[in-house]
């Protein structure tokens, strides 16, 4: 909860870009960008280092909304991840490798039937940025004090459906002091259980809840495992699936309060700013 972690919401009516005018602050900032209905994610390390997370579903989704924390004309990333090669994830990256000097980039299960496999492996043999192949138990540290513990796939993939190549994604948990983040891709029950029974450490402040708040996903024995103070739903205004699923809007309220609950179709672009005991968070609308 909120005492134990000592986390401090300030919740902000706009946005202080404050490295964009003065460098880094020594704080971490994590950005959830409203990229309508798919994922893309920013971590911005206290020195400065820049990780993009998925880059969403349109070929300019991840380069409109870098615009806004970057630097001005800084066009170079520390690290991408593609969490699973779903155009609503991957998409936008294409587009970043295209345009952007990205030093190295982290996969997991490389999945050689999505339709955009073939573009994404042009584009990092003509990037050539250092690739690193992920699977549960890799860590990456960023720097002294900031981690990135990787807790999905499994050694071993699972195989066949959409749903498998969904559980086979990469699941991220950023930790810097007594503050974490979550952020739980695309994952569904099949890869919340085998995180659950394999994962030592999953409480995180911060749960980006799996799957836009799919039906069949953030099953309570998740949720209560991971017992966040605060959920972030990255979905689209309107959107064809009915995401987030009432039924999980409801489990998710219960458990971190209506007023902890985010959404990038109803808050926009939502930061997180961090000195690893405390944590604000701030949206766009």
């Known amino acids: 909860g909120f005492t134990s972690l000592g986390i401090v919401l300030a919740a902000a009516a706009v946005f202080v870009w404050i490295q964009v005018l003065n460098g880094p602050d020594g704080k971490l900032h994590v950005y959830f960008f409203d990229v309508g209905q798919g994922d893309s994610a920013l971590i911005v390390t206290p020195a400065g280092k820049q990780v993009l997370v998925d880059g969403g579903p349109e070929a300019e989704s991840a380069i409109r909304a870098l615009t806004g924390p970057l630097p001005g004309g800084d066009r170079s990333l520390d690290m991408l991840v593609l969490t699973h090669p779903d155009a609503d994830h991957s998409r936008g990256l294409l587009e970043v490798l295209d345009q952007y000097r990205v030093a190295s980039v982290l996969v997991g299960i490389e999945d050689t039937d999505s339709p955009l496999n073939s573009q994404w492996q042009a584009s990092l043999e003509r990037e050539s940025p250092m690739k690193i192949p992920v699977t549960a138990g890799y860590r990456v540290v960023l720097e002294p004090g900031l981690t990135l513990e990787v807790l999905n796939p499994p050694g071993t993939a699972t195989r066949g459906s959409a749903a498998g190549q969904n559980n086979n994604a990469v699941v991220l948990r950023l930790v810097y002091g007594r503050v974490s983040f979550l952020l739980a891709a695309d994952i569904e029950a099949e890869a919340e259980n085998y995180m659950v029974r394999r994962s030592e450490a999953l409480q995180s402040a911060v749960l980006k809840v799996p799957h836009?708040?799919?039906?069949?996903?953030?099953?309570?024995?998740?949720?209560?495992?991971?017992?966040?103070?605060?959920?972030?739903?990255?979905?689209?205004?309107?959107?064809?699936?009915?995401?987030?699923?009432?039924?999980?809007?409801?489990?998710?309220?219960?458990?971190?309060?209506?007023?902890?609950?985010?959404?990038?179709?109803?808050?926009?672009?939502?930061?997180?700013?961090?000195?690893?005991?405390?944590?604000?968070?701030?949206?766009?609308?």
């Open 212 to 285: 836009h708040g799919s039906r069949t996903s953030t099953t309570p024995g998740f949720l209560e495992r991971v017992d966040p103070a605060v959920a972030v739903v990255s979905v689209g205004e309107a959107n064809q699936f009915g995401h987030p699923r009432p039924e999980v809007a409801d489990r998710l309220e219960e458990a971190v309060g209506p007023e902890a609950v985010y959404r990038t179709d109803r808050d926009g672009t939502i930061e997180f700013l961090s000195d690893g005991e405390r944590l604000w968070v701030g949206t766009e609308r």
